[in-house]
């Protein structure tokens, strides 16, 4: 797999906990893919 490091964009905040009162980090990343290269899978 080949990833452009050049558009890679990652992130750490805080977001709304959905099951508890308050805030929890969150953790949101964009990683975009070049080329995906198809390994032959092995038996």
Known sequence: ME???E????RV???VSETHNG???A???NIPI??????????
């Open 3 to 5: 990833i452009d490091t």
């Open 7 to 10: 558009g890679l964009d990652i």
């Open 13 to 15: 905040t805080r977001t």
């Open 23 to 25: 805030s929890v980090p």
């Open 27 to 29: 953790l949101y990343a």
């Open 34 to 43: 070049l080329c995906v290269k198809h390994q032959p899978e092995y038996q």
